[in-house]
């Protein structure tokens, strides 16, 4: 995916979402701002697509379709972050702390899939996943 789709993608909901390269993909709550991924990960990567095919039954093993989901996790982010409670939000903020501490990439991955902030925004990649596809 180019970064323009990419752009064209986020702001088909939000125009003030950015859209920048980077490393991974992440989301910088405080500029609305996602990170394009362009490092791959093939460990982490295989992780998070058997996450989302146990979840969703849904198969984001092809390059094309792992980025989609990726950049609308993402943008997930922008629109669930406030969803959260704030003893939720208190008590992910420390699982995340600990995650750095788990040496098993499976169980650190794992742990971090679940948390609430992260499902939320996997849950809202996955309602616009097939809509998103099907325009492009």
């Known amino acids: 995916m180019t970064l323009e789709t990419a752009i064209t993608i986020a702001h088909s909901f939000d125009e003030e979402l950015t859209v920048v390269l980077g490393d991974e993909f992440t989301y910088i709550y405080v500029e609305s701002t996602v990170i ?5 990960y093939p460990e982490e990567q295989k992780l998070f697509c ?45 699982m995340r702390n600990l995650i750095h501490c788990i040496d098993d990439v499976t169980t650190a991955n794992e742990t971090y899939f679940n948390l609430p ?6 849950d809202w990649a996955f309602d616009h996943f097939e809509a998103v596809k099907g325009r492009l």
């Open 36 to 40: 394009f991924g362009t490092e791959i």
């Open 117 to 122: 902030s992260e499902m939320l925004a996997n």
């Open 50 to 94: 058997d996450h989302i095919k146990k979840t969703y039954g849904l198969d984001i093993d092809q390059k094309e379709d792992y980025e989609l989901f990726s950049l609308l996790h993402e943008i997930g982010h922008h629109f669930t972050m406030d969803d959260l409670e704030e003893e939720e939000a208190e008590n992910e903020l420390l």
